[in-house]
């Protein structure tokens, strides 16, 4: 649970400020909340790679992580955890970071196999990319090719852990630091990389925006950028267009 944070205007940037507050009431509710939040975490499996097959024995009868009160979601709006699951092809990372842009804050990131932490057995494709962590935080890796039900109900309940404690908050790292990221994702896509999600501003919203937010990436984002267009149906029928 966050104060509410002075919105700071174009070019204005704020302090980082963390920690306890001075009530200590409010310290009380924000660990309450956490622990809530901890203990009903909904997951979205981004099923990218070979480690996905060890994901539906881990949350069915035998292992059964629904009993840490972890459920799987299909929409990322009402997802907590990001689940990239084995190598992630360039093709696919783009849908990846679209993902994770659309998900709500605060939000974790768990890779799962060797192939997100340096590529993996796939280190020297041409078609994938090599960490996941160039691209967006992680906040826990669980290594293996590919890893045991076991280990992903481990890594599970490590971030359960770190949430409690107000530990897992990486995600404000793609704020703060979103130049550093875009850039990542340039050199792979090319300089007019763009998505629809308004990251700069999502920053703002969030007291998040900091020195590191803007620089020469966001840049070119703003000279590239093209504003969405409405989507338009159009009806190619010549008796009709004939008759207008
Ligand atoms: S670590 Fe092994 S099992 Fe996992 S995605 Fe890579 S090759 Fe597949």
Known sequence: MTELIKTPR??????????????????VFDELVRFAQSRSLFML???????????PPAMTSRFDMERLGIQPMVSPRQADILLVTGYVSVKTLKRVILTYEQMGSPKYVIGICSCTVNG???WQSYATAKKLNDY????IYIAGCMPRPEAVI???RELMENIRQGKADSWKDYYRHYDHYLGHQQRLFGETWQTPTDVISEARHYGLFG???LGTHTALLEQHQKPLEALEMKVDIPELTARR
């Not at 980082?16 to 507050?21: D, E, I």
């Not at 499996?45 to 994901?55: P, Q, S």
């Open 10 to 27: 174009a070019g204005e940037t704020l302090p980082v400020t963390a920690g306890k507050r001075t009530n200590p009431l409010a310290n």
């Open 45 to 55: 499996h981004y099923c990218t790679g070979c480690g996905a097959i060890e994901l």
């Open 120 to 122: 993996g057995m796939y």
């Open 136 to 139: 967006m935080p992680v906040d």
């Open 154 to 156: 481990a890594g599970l």
């Open 211 to 213: 020195p590191d937010t």
